[in-house]
């Protein structure tokens, strides 16, 4: 049985005091459900606010981004040994957001500008290794755009993910640190979530990939998350799928109430 877990990603959403009165008021709706891991993932502002309020409780943090040198000139970035220190146990890594790979035409801005954003496939790989070695539990992010979906190109595109984030790492890594979040990027922040079947499918495709590389045994020890408009509402359906062991939620994850109640869903 893999426990399942929930990660509410904030993206760049409250501020400090925002931030802590979220943390006070979630901490007593999901008191007791030890059978779920849940994990906030602040803006890197409000990291050392939020893990410390959470500190005694069973919720976790993330970053939502990371680095993969460990100090150094490097203006603006963020390292693993930084994040711990800012009390995270995890880290959010590929994110089609940071990929740049936002689904949609954001006005004014050319494909070149959003891919500048530029979180590859190799970057997805060093951060990950990085992450690992500090200690920090990745979860990384992979899946298609709308694009790669109508060409038919959906499974080929996350395994290609899959075996390029891992490269390098070994199976006992894998099995015990590593998390992915399947999130369709048509399905991110647009309200149309991926039918509960096919979201279990391409994670049963990420599992494949994973058991083809390192065997079964590490495949089936793997949690696999998946995020794109999960709510409320269908969280329960989505995490009662074979392959989807949690949730990575962003505009849910912005109210206590809603992100509880998906919590709850998985607690079952
Ligand atoms: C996300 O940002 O990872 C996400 C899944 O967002 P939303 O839940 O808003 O679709």
Known sequence: MRKKIIAGNWKMNKTVG??????????????????????????????????????GTSVATAAQGV????????????????????????????????????????????????????????????????ALAAGLIPIICIGETLG?????????????????????????LVSTQVIFAYEPVWAIGTGEVCAADEANRVCGVVRATIESRYGAETA???????????????AAELLSQEHIDGGL???????PADFAAIVAAAAG
């Not at 999901?30 to 779920?36: L, P």
């Not at 906030?40 to 409000?46: D, E, F, R």
């Not at 089936?220 to 269908?234: E, H, L």
Request: proline share 3%; with cysteine.
């Open 249 to 255: 939620i962003g505009g849910a994850s912005l109210k």
């Open 67 to 130: 680095f993969w040198k460990t100090s150094g000139a490097y203006t603006s970035y963020v390292s693993s040994p930084l994040i711990l220190d800012a009390g995270a146990k995890y880290v959010l890594i590929g994110h089609s957001e940071t990929r740049g790979r936002f689904g949609v035409a954001e006005e004014g801005l050319t494909d070149d500008l959003l891919k500048a954003f530029g979180e590859t496939d190799a970057g997805v790989n060093v951060k990950a290794k990085a």
């Open 220 to 234: 089936s020890a793997v949690r696999i998350q998946y995020g794109g408009s999960m709510k409320p509402d269908n």
């Open 148 to 172: 790669e979906r109508k060409d038919g190109a959906t499974d080929v595109t996350v395994a290609d993910q899959v075996v390029k984030a891992l490269e390098g790492i070994s199976a006992e």
């Open 18 to 55: 925002e931030a802590l009165a979220f943390a006070e008021a979630l901490t007593p709706l999901v008191a007791g459900k030890d059978s779920v891991d849940i994990v906030i993932c602040p803006p890197y502002t409000a990291l050392y606010s939020v893990s410390k309020a959470f500190e």
